[in-house]
Structure formats: structure tokens, C-alpha cells
């Protein structure tokens, strides 16, 4: 256990075993210290820039310097980190840096952060990208490391106000529910079956104020999903739907969230070659996501109801699985021509998408794991958005406060009339086997299930997963993406 606290003091005069501080440039590309750095550069007077300059440190992002502390300082070390540019500084390069921070410690057992944090924002950044780069999956390492981390001071000149106070709390209770996103994603797939991860959810809800309700494959036949349970069919392991609830006494509004909890795609029939196969077991990324962002809202006590809508599902092959060609009658009632059982995602979603539309939310928010095309068109870093103008508004306004990426991508009418039309068979196509615009096929799709309630569809193939290293405050594997920024929609919406 690792606690966290607030002090206004000043980061030379800290007793922590290690002091983090945090130094930018200035115009002239010189190295500048920033926030508490600054009482740690005036104590070591001119003897500071060539000490920097000794360790061939520039202030750029991503570099750290680790600097014997003398009698300057009272901490025992002291840990530089880059900032880049000082007029191009944001709370977002703050996590950045926090995050390489927390992954360059060493072994040490207390430290203090003293990186520039004034305003409630800046705290938050801090502690958020500290928490976020100390992340390290382990489960199933049969020597798993000790930490010796017991104690974080973040050092702030607000540290007394009652939002700073606020911010850092929020920050260690979306750390929380971030590693716990993350050790579902980063779990192997073997170990988090559909109805596996289902108790697991279960188990996360109990002692808070989240409601749980697991829809059987039983009962999923019953309402008729057949989305779910096509996708479903090819695996030992039967599919399932969990449906969370928050209900504050007098909302404010209400939100539905929907995220895809494929456990693992082998793509079923349609079958990924081995190399794209090797990571999805990250397949239910967008329901992990989801999961912890309802938590968040939950333990914060927002005033907005939240209702999550978790299908799960295994994509496998077998004598029993979903075929190309076959046709699935889903929940809404249309019928579905399946052509690629590896586009299971939308199949899944579109059943769980319908239920959250019918209970006529004001806002319907949906997460996932959706297209490798989105990946190649927008990078690893930054998910695609898709929705109606206000709602796709809405999120560049909370991604804005989060630092989450995201790009807003079109639903061209073409592939509207395209998922309408070109079956010959059914109601809809599932999938087009023209290459172009995938991503934006898939998008469409959906759309033919949220029943005119306003939406929004995160892609999040790309960021929901590091198959590289660490970098800033996110690790390798896993990643925890969406979750903030589903918390700020929410917070957002209980505030105007
Ligand atoms: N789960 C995959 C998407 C994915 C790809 C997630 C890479 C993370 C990293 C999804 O079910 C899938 O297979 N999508 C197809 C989309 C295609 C049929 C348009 C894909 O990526 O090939
Ligand atoms: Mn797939
Ligand atoms: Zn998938």
C-alpha cells in the first residue's frame, strides 16, 4: 500500500529518500526548473545548470536525471525530469513527465513530487501520470517484486484548498480502478473466460453502490440476442451480459455505457493469421473501460444515472462456431448477414446497444476494441470518434480536460445505404468486404442500433493496448484508455 498526500512545503526542505523535480526551456533551448524545482535550483545557487549539464540532461520530454543530493537539499536523492518547451506547458506533458518519474525510482520508500502543480488540474496531472507509470503486471510472475514505495508527498502551494484536495483524491481513485482495467486486459485469456471476467465484475461491485446483474446465455436466448450468441457459438465457454447501475436519489440526467468484452478473437472461422491473433486477449479492453469508469462515477457520487451494458463473448473456432453466410436475428428485431465472423465486435455490441437505446438514455457512450483499419489510419496513440455532431463535441471537450486523444472520423451516407442494402439475404450486412474505410463500415453499423439516441463510438484498438514499451505514463500492455474520459462526460454532464 502506497498513500498519498498533500503538503505545502518547499521541495528543498522535504526529508523524502528521493525529491522529484521537473525542468523545462526556455526560448533559447536552455534548461529552465519549473514548479518546486526552483527553490531546489536557488539552493544549489550556480552549481545547479552544470550538474544538469554534467548528466547530459537538456530539459526535453522524456529524459530524467538522476542528481546526488548534497547539503542543498534534505531529501537523499534527487530525480530531474524534462518538460520541454516552457510556454507549451500543459497539465497533459505534466502526467507525461509524472509517468516517467514513477518509472525511473529505484528502490525507495518515500518521495516527493514537486513538479509543477499550483492548480487543482496540475495535482491531478501529477498524481494521476505518478500513479499511472508506477503500473506493473504481475499476477502471474511466480516471484513477483516487493515494492517499497510506502509513501508519495505531492507538494503544492494549494495544498490546502479544497479542489486541490479534491483532485488528488480523484486521481488515486482512477488509479485504482485504471490498474484494475488493466490487470483484466493484461490477464491471460485462459484465466478470464466470459462468464470468468463476469464474476469478476461482480466481484469489483461488491460493498459500493454499483448494481450488478448478470444476463445469462440462457436468458440472453430468451430476449433473443442473437448477436451475442452468434459470436458466442464457436466457443466452449458460453457468452453473457452484465448490466451495472448506478442510480443517484435525484439525477441529474442519465448516460448509458457500452463497452466490447470479447475475452479473446481468433477471428472464429474468418481466422486472424497468428501474428494479429497474439494480442486479443485486450479484446474486451472497451468493457473493462466501462466497468471502471461506472465505479468512478460511483464512488464520486455524481448526481447523473449511469447504466453499463457489458456484453462478453469468446470469438472461437469449432464445429459449433458462427459461419460466413449465416444469418442472425438480433435483438432489435432486424436481421444480420454475417460475411466475416472476425467483425464479431459489432455483432456483440449492436444487442447491447439496442438494450441501452431502449431504455432511453439521454446519451449512449460505447467503447471498443473495434478495427485494426483504425489503428492503421490514426497510429496507436489516438482512438477514432464517430457520432452525431453534438454528442462527438461533447467528447473533444472532456478529452480536452482528460488529455485522452481522439479523432473524429466520418460515417459517409454511402456506407450507411451499404449496411442497409447489399444483403441479399437479411436486413443488414455485417461487413463489407471492400477494404476501404473500415473502420467507418463498422461505425456504421452500430449506428443501425441506437434508435435515434444520441451517441458516440470510441474505436480503441489503437490506445487500448501498448505492444511497445513504456513511454510517458502509460505501460506496456494494457493501457486503461477511455476511463477518464468517460468519468469527465459524466462529471461534465452533472454539472451544467
Ligand atoms: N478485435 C479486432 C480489432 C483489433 C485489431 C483490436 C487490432 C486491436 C488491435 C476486431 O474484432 C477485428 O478483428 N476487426 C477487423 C475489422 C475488419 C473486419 C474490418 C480487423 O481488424 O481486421
Ligand atoms: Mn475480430
Ligand atoms: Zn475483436
Known amino acids: 500500500m502506497t498513500t498519498y498526500t498533500l503538503r505545502k512545503a518547499a521541495a528543498d526542505r522535504v526529508r523524502t529518500d528521493l525529491v522529484v523535480i521537473g525542468v523545462g526551456t526556455d526560448k533559447k533551448g536552455a534548461a529552465v526548473p519549473l514548479g518546486g524545482a526552483e527553490a531546489v535550483a536557488a539552493a544549489y545557487g550556480r552549481g545547479f545548470a552544470p550538474l544538469l549539464a554534467a548528466a547530459g540532461f537538456t530539459g526535453a520530454p522524456g529524459e530524467t536525471a538522476r542528481v546526488p543530493a548534497g547539503d542543498q537539499v534534505n531529501a537523499g536523492q534527487l530525480l530531474v525530469v524534462g518538460l520541454g518547451d516552457r510556454d507549451a506547458l500543459t497539465p497533459e506533458k505534466v502526467r507525461r513527465a509524472a509517468g516517467v518519474a514513477s518509472r525511473s525510482l529505484g528502490n525507495v520508500a518515500s518521495v516527493a513530487l514537486a513538479l509543477p ?21 504481475e499476477a502471474f510472475k511466480s516471484k513477483p517484486r516487493k515494492v517499497s514505495l510506502a509513501d508519495v508527498v505531492v507538494l503544492s502551494y494549494g495544498a490546502r484548498r479544497s479542489d486541490v484536495v479534491a483532485a488528488l483524491d480523484h486521481a488515486v481513485l482512477l488509479g485504482d480502478l485504471t490498474a484494475k482495467a488493466r490487470d483484466w486486459v493484461n490477464t491471460p485469456p485462459n484465466a478470464l473466460v466470459p462468464t470468468k471476467f463476469a464474476a469478476e465484475i461482480q466481484k469489483l461491485t461488491k460493498g459500493t453502490q454499483v448494481g450488478y446483474e448478470l444476463v445469462t446465455a440462457a436468458q440472453l436466448k430468451k430476449l433473443g440476442c442473437g448477436g451475442i450468441l452468434g459470436v458466442g457459438l464457436g466457443s466452449a465457454n458460453p457468452p453473457c451480459l452484465v448490466k451495472l447501475t448506478w442510480a443517484p436519489a435525484e439525477p441529474r440526467g442519465s448516460v448509458a455505457l457500452v463497452g466490447k468484452g470479447i475475452t ?14 497474439s494480442a486479443m486477449k485486450s479484446d474486451m479492453a472497451g468493457a473493462a473501460a466501462v466497468v471502471a469508469a461506472i465505479h468512478a462515477v460511483a464512488a464520486l457520487e455524481l448526481p447523473v444515472a449511469v447504466t453499463a451494458y457489458v456484453p462478453i463473448a469468446e470469438n472461437m473456432v469449432s464445429g459449433t462456431s458462427m459461419r460466413p453466410g449465416d444469418v442472425l436475428s438480433m435483438y432489435s428485431g432486424k436481421t444480420v448477414e454475417v460475411t466475416n465472423t472476425d467483425a464479431e465486435g459489432r455483432l456483440i455490441l ?8 431502449r431504455e432511453a438514455p439521454e446519451v449512449i457512450f460505447e467503447i471498443s476494441t473495434l478495427t485494426g483499419p483504425c489503428v492503421v489510419a490514426l497510429g496507436d496513440r489516438i482512438a477514432g470518434l464517430f457520432g452525431d455532431d453534438e454528442t462527438v463535441a461533447e467528447v473533444e471537450r472532456a478529452a480536452g480536460v482528460t488529455g485522452e486523444l481522439f479523432w473524429h472520423l466520418p460515417i459517409p451516407p454511402e456506407q450507411r445505404t451499404s449496411v442497409r442494402t447489399e444483403s441479399k439475404v437479411a436486413d443488414l450486412l455485417q461487413h463489407n468486404w471492400v477494404r476501404w474505410g473500415s473502420a467507418l463500415y463498422a461505425a456504421a453499423f452500430l449506428e443501425q442500433f441506437v434508435e435515434d439516441v444520441p451517441w458516440a463510438h470510441f474505436d480503441i484498438a489503437g490506445p487500448s493496448y501498448n505492444t511497445g514499451g513504456p ?5 506496456s500492455g494494457g493501457t486503461g484508455f477511455g476511463i477518464s474520459t468517460l468519468v469527465e462526460l459524466v462529471a461534465a ?3 451544467r
Do not use: Q
Not at 449492436?350 to 437505446?357: G, R, S, V, Y
Not at 513511454?471 to 505501460?475: F, S
Open 493 to 495: 454532464r452533472a454539472n
Open 117 to 137: 502543480a499550483d492548480d487543482a488540474d496540475h495535482v491531478r496531472a501529477v498524481a494521476e501520470g505518478f500513479l499511472s507509470g508506477l503500473y506493473r503486471f
Open 350 to 357: 449492436a444487442d447491447a446497444l439496442t438494450m441501452a437505446a
Open 264 to 277: 479473446f478473437d481468433s477471428g472464429g472461422l474468418t481466422i486472424k493469421p497468428g501474428g494479429s491473433m
Open 471 to 475: 513511454w510517458g505514463h502509460v505501460p
